[in-house]
């Protein structure tokens, strides 16, 4: 059983947008801290953003440096799904983003899903 579902990437030429959303699959992750990873071929897991669970529906944002004033993370608290979106993506960007929920003794990772930037 896969808990976390991701969806939304595909091929976008440089400069575009996508948007990734993130849902569960058969439970709620409302007082989660969620985030996303992605991984490119060769490299490591790396961080890209997070939503920091700040008590009740209230959540702090937070980037990578690498990401930072191109990519929004967000969180629908109604049907909670989290999304991330991409604006003037880059070929560097090119890698399978993860979807992750975590809180102390619980960490959940999606399948993933392919984001290729290219022309």
């Known amino acids: 059983q896969v808990d976390l579902v991701e969806s939304g990437g595909g091929l976008v030429q440089p400069g575009g947008s996508l948007r990734l959303s993130c849902a569960g699959s058969a439970r709620t992750f409302s007082g989660y801290n969620m985030g996303w990873f992605r991984q490119a071929p060769g490299r490591d897991r790396e961080y890209v953003a997070r939503l920091l669970w700040a008590g009740g529906i209230k959540y702090l944002p937070r980037y990578a440096d690498s990401v930072r004033g191109r990519f929004t993370i967000s969180r629908d608290h109604a049907n909670d799904v989290v999304y991330l979106q991409m604006n003037n993506l880059k070929p560097e960007d090119t890698a399978i983003y993860y979807c992750?929920?975590?809180?102390?003794?619980?960490?959940?990772w999606g399948q993933g899903t392919q984001v290729t930037v290219s022309s």
């Open positions: 992750n929920a975590y809180r102390s003794g619980d960490d959940v």
